[in-house]
């Protein structure tokens, strides 16, 4: 949904510029859209990530395998606030332990954000 909106955005006059200079269809997918659409399907992949990432009904439905769960139900199944000396140092070292990759992935697709808003363009 979040690409065809910004696809939407694209002007027409970009697709005809590029068949003026002898472009075909896949030219001009590759040599004049994949560059402005790069930091938008980073953007939507990065978030796709993250949503999947910190999933905790499905994987809680579907995984019937203790070892297969995910960080945030393992997570979750290691608090049991019923015990008088709950381990709060273990707790937040596996929660800082499941954010690394999700952190990992931000940052390097960090520059990729900006770049694309200057990739393509009309002069006016």
């Known amino acids: 949904m979040y690409v065809v909106q910004f696809l939407r955005t694209i002007p027409g006059e970009l697709d005809e510029a590029a068949t003026i ?33 910190t999933e905790f009904q499905g994987p809680l439905i579907y995984i019937s395998s203790v070892e297969k ?19 709060w140092n273990k707790n937040i070292a ?7 990759p999700s952190i990992v992935v931000y940052f390097s697709a960090q520059k990729h954000f900006i770049g694309g808003s200057t990739a393509g363009g009309i002069k006016g």
Not at 28 to 43: A, D, G, Y
């Open 21 to 53: 200079d002898g472009c075909n269809s896949f030219k001009i997918l590759i040599k004049v859209l994949l560059p402005i659409l790069k930091p938008t399907l980073i953007t939507v992949a990065l978030f796709q990530f993250m949503w999947t990432f």
């Open 94 to 100: 596996m929660s800082i332990i499941g954010l690394i």
């Open 69 to 87: 769960y995910p960080v945030s139900i393992a997570l979750r199944m290691a608090m049991d606030t019923t015990s008088v000396d709950f381990s």
